[in-house]
């Protein structure tokens, strides 16, 4: 059974940092492409980073320079690390993996509030 779990949100004031994780279980992690997406209250999911089982890295422009995906095979583990933070990121991350172009696996979530 596929499971992804997130951790490591919370609230933190703007430009204070946090760092999420995403265990995951029941696949073979090293092969499959990973992401951080975003929702914010009243609006869609975004795609807010991504990691090929490459190394390879994306972001949105709006996190780009601030945040940093990374991944870890050997724990099956993917971070985002959030820097500079601003109100407007405040949303519920959730993170996802995906074998080539099989079905994405989510997990539940984790709520990042920034907030003074």
């Known amino acids: 059974q596929v499971q992804l779990v997130e951790s490591g949100g919370g609230l933190v004031q703007p430009g204070g940092s946090l760092r999420l994780s995403c265990a995951a279980s029941?696949?073979?992690?090293?092969?499959?492409?990973l992401e951080w997406h975003r929702q914010a209250p009243g609006k869609e999911r975004e795609l807010v980073a991504g990691v090929t089982t490459a190394g390879d890295t994306n972001y949105s422009d709006s996190v780009k320079g601030r945040f940093t995906i990374s991944r870890d095979n050997a724990k099956n583990t993917v971070y985002l690390q959030m820097n500079s933070l601003k109100p407007d990121d405040t949303a519920v991350y959730y993170c996802?993996?995906?074998?080539?172009?099989?079905?994405?696996?989510w997990g539940q979530g984790t709520l990042v509030t920034v907030s003074s």
């Open positions: 029941g696949i073979i992690f090293s092969i499959y492409d």
């Open positions: 996802s993996a995906r074998y080539r172009i099989g079905l994405k696996r």
